[in-house]
């Protein structure tokens, strides 16, 4: 069984429980860059990406977004931005968003 990945959405208390994404590890690839940054790619069939890139087309540059990984805790990141969607191959498209550890200081 696939772990899964869960985006929850950060900011107004009524939508943030309403407003989550819930993809199963098997179409998510990720990759960690400089500053923090993580760009998590998605490669799915067109129904699927369509939904992802929905979803996240909504979502605002630097909005919180809680990213969650096989049950282990929700992880604070803000929204960067996300790419065009690609074909790969019939019935298989690809997108990534990025986003950005979010900070404390103290």
């Not at 890139?53 to 977004?65: K, Q, R």
């Not at 990984?69 to 996300?82: C, H, K, L, M, Q």
Request: net charge negative; charged share 30%.
């Amino acid at each position: 069984m696939a772990d899964n990945f869960v985006f929850r959405r950060g900011t107004g208390s009524k939508e943030k429980d309403k407003k989550l994404l819930e993809i199963s590890e098997e179409f998510i690839t990720l990759q960690n860059k400089r500053e923090n940054a993580l760009i998590v790619s998605f490669v799915a069939p067109v129904a699927d990406i369509t939904n992802i890139h929905n979803y996240f087309d909504d979502l605002h540059e630097l909005e919180p977004v809680f990213l969650e990984i096989a049950d282990a805790g929700a992880v604070e990141y803000t929204f960067r931005g996300i790419s065009p969607i690609k074909d790969v191959e019939d019935g298989v498209q690809e997108m990534s968003v990025t986003l950005q550890l979010k900070r404390e200081f103290l």
